[in-house]
């Protein structure tokens, strides 16, 4: 049987890089606290104190969602690489450690719900965090790491992380002004994406025979 050849430094980075995502979005869970009543508390006393914990659980899927929309770029990115490159290694650790600190910024965020200094550190480290992954999608796109034949993938990977990033400078803009508004404003990401998508087409170049079609219209 003849076996496949297989970048072994690659996969161990992308191994690595998915425990430690793994191991983030866990902790998010962790940050959120059971909290202390009195043994025979009655029902309404437990019904409020869960309400008190609602910002916690805002935070929690806010930022599991945010957490797993950077693990899935980073997986759809290392998917078009076909070889490794010592290049990423260090951009790629800086990428983990910023997620592994998103739980704090998240229990930061929960604890003083609507305060301005931590929404806006929240959404100022999604910034940090989504300018690293753009580095680190921009390495694994291009020579030597990408396989050939993924022009398109490769366009779309990078639209992907710039939108990310230009979402949260917004919602870090936005968070400096109207503090409760800050994290709600990462919903432009997907409109930032769409805007980069149609900038792109419109610069794409015309096909020659379109263009002599035209001229000769």
């Known amino acids: 049987m003849i076996k496949t050849p297989t970048d072994h430094p690659l996969e161990r980075l992308v191994f690595f890089s998915d425990a430690v995502f793994a191991i983030a979005i866990t902790l998010l869970v962790i940050e959120i606290h059971v909290p202390h009543l009195p043994h025979g508390a009655a029902d309404g006393d437990f019904l409020r104190a869960l309400a008190q914990l609602a910002p916690s659980f805002v935070g929690y899927c806010v930022s ?4 797993g929309a950077f693990w899935s770029g980073h997986h759809r990115s290392f998917a078009l690489a076909g070889r490794y490159s010592g290049r990423v290694v260090v951009w790629n650790l800086a990428l983990l450690g910023a997620i592994a600190f998103m739980p704090f910024v998240t229990a930061f965020g929960s604890t003083y719900s609507g305060a301005r200094v931590p929404t806006v550190l929240y959404c100022a480290w999604m910034l940090l965090t989504a300018l690293l992954n753009m580095k680190v999608v921009r390495i694994v796109t291009s020579a030597p790491m990408v396989a050939p034949g993924n022009d398109a ?4 990977a990078r639209r992907r992380s710039r939108s990310v990033a230009l979402g949260a400078a917004s919602a870090t803009l936005i968070g400096l002004i109207v503090p409760y508004l800050g994290q709600a404003a990462l ?3 997907p409109l930032w994406r769409r805007l980069l998508a149609g900038l792109e087409r419109g610069r794409a170049p015309v096909p020659a025979a379109a263009a002599e079609a035209d001229a000769h219209g």
């Open 64 to 67: 599991f969602a945010v957490i």
């Open 153 to 156: 993938a490769v366009a779309d």
């Open 187 to 189: 919903i432009s990401i």
